[in-house]
């Protein structure tokens, strides 16, 4: 077998004998149609196997003879048929088969008391899942988006560790009715679906925004990537004069948060949003018809409060190490966020993503980022949503105070620890709006 990737090496290196007590394997590009044999001879050490980049279609009924597999990556392959050998592989706790072709999810991939905590299965050609989906009771993180789903098993009503959800770019007409009473859900991306379908091209056809010719913009280095697109320096050249900007240029595939053309019509219908990053115009005339954004530059002085989840947290943000803030500072964060936040909501909108890492910070300030995940709501369904977000900004306040610092005397965060608790409330319906959130914090 050849092949271009990273695991050639490795994939020599484990048929010659020499990676005896590996606990990590990589054999990314490959060029594999099956797995090696020789992969079962790391069963008693082996936990992380990345088989991603490659061509395979099926995987081995026996793989639970890797008794210490916790992690399995197989992106970008061949499958058409989630593999019912994952069934039995009892310590599996993250499972990613992005961007295959599978169709087909058998009930046999899960079985009472899996360990699965985060599994994706973004960008296949799903129709439905399997009821055995509620034995996964540990799940924390499921990613959907980019199927045919138009229901989810109601099993996954039991699911009451899950956190993050991503349906984008299915084919729901409505919301399970018992997403509301899950009590740790915190973050839910559903944009690109049939029940907000006309929301989204309303917002792409009527938002009244500046359209930015090509020609006026000259495009530099570039500052940035993200799963949607591509962010460069940009000078543009107006009527006005020429200003710094930034320039947002959207791939054209489904992302693990949904389409782009729903974060570009979230991003418009955001408007004039308090403490975001704002929209100065909408690209037109790119010669290869490329959608984009022409967004205001941030300064250098504006840094990132945290980095995304990691393998291990999962779910939660990872802050750099001794990172301490002062009580201002933290009380500021909050206070913007939540102002963003509330925005947004009386929009009927949802951020999708309210996360440490898509906020953007300097003494005394904060501005919300990326809307790849936001999602523009009917009337009835957007108050329930909602308070799944302010959830996630009771965990954004149980982070900021893990990290505040308070001078000896001089200050104290009772009332942002109790504002914490009322936005991480079990029951749902007994959280606080975003939008009484940010009264209390203004006041």
């Avoid at 009337?379 to 009771?394: D, H, K, M, N, Y």
Wanted: proline fraction near 6%; hydrophobic fraction near 50%.
């Amino acid at each position: 077998m050849s092949g271009k990737g990273p695991g050639v090496e490795a994939l020599a290196a484990l048929r010659a004998g020499g990676l005896g007590g590996a606990q990590r394997l990589d054999l990314r590009g490959a060029g594999l149609t099956a797995l090696p044999p020789e992969v079962f001879a790391l069963a008693d050490t082996l936990e992380v196997l990345d088989l991603s980049g490659n061509r395979l279609g099926a995987l081995p009924d026996d793989l639970h003879r890797l008794h210490r597999l916790r992690i399995l990556f197989a992106s970008d392959n061949a499958f058409t048929e989630l593999p019912a050998a994952l069934g039995a592989c009892a310590h599996l706790e993250m499972v990613g088969f992005k961007a295959n072709r599978i169709a087909q999810v058998p009930a046999g991939c899960f079985a009472e008391g899996h360990a699965l905590r985060w599994l994706i299965l973004t960008d296949n050609a799903i129709e439905t899942l399997p009821d055995t989906l509620g034995y996964c009771t540990r799940m924390q993180k499921l990613m959907l988006a980019g199927n045919r789903l138009s229901a989810l098993p109601d099993s996954l009503a039991g699911c009451e560790r899950l956190e993050l959800l991503r349906l984008s770019a299915n084919r729901f007409a409505a919301l399970p009715d018992w997403l509301d009473r899950l009590p740790r859900l915190a973050w839910l991306a559903c944009a690109g679906n049939p029940f907000n379908a006309a929301l989204e091209a309303a917002a792409l056809a009527d938002t009244p925004i500046a359209a930015v010719p090509w020609a006026e913009l000259t495009v530099g280095e570039r500052l940035g990537e993200g799963a949607s697109g591509v962010i460069h320096a940009a000078q543009h050249r107006g009527a006005a004069g020429e200003s710094a900007v930034a320039l947002k240029l959207f791939k054209g595939e489904v992302t693990s948060d949904g389409w782009p053309l729903s974060e570009m019509a979230a991003s418009l219908a955001a408007g004039a949003a308090p403490h975001t990053v704002r929209v100065r115009g909408r690209l037109a005339g790119h010669p290869d018809g490329t959608d984009g954004l022409v967004l205001e530059r941030i300064g250098p002085d504006w840094r990132n409060l945290a980095g995304p989840p990691s393998l291990a947290s999962c779910t939660r943000d990872v802050y750099a190490e001794g990172l301490r803030l002062p009580h201002a500072t933290a009380r500021a964060i909050a206070r913007d966020i939540a102002a963003a936040v509330a925005h947004l909501h009386a929009r009927g909108m949802v951020h999708g993503d309210l996360y440490a890492h898509n906020i953007l910070w300097r003494p005394g300030e904060a501005l919300l980022g990326d809307f790849g995940a936001a999602a523009l709501l009917p009337q009835a369904l957007a108050p329930i949503v909602q308070r799944t977000e302010s959830r996630a900004f009771g965990c954004l306040l149980e982070e900021l105070l893990a990290h505040a610092e308070l001078p000896d005397g001089r200050a104290d965060l009772t009332d942002l620890a109790a504002l914490r608790d009322a936005c991480l409330a079990g029951d749902p319906a007994a959280r606080p709006t975003m939008v009484q959130v940010h009264a209390r914090l203004a006041s």
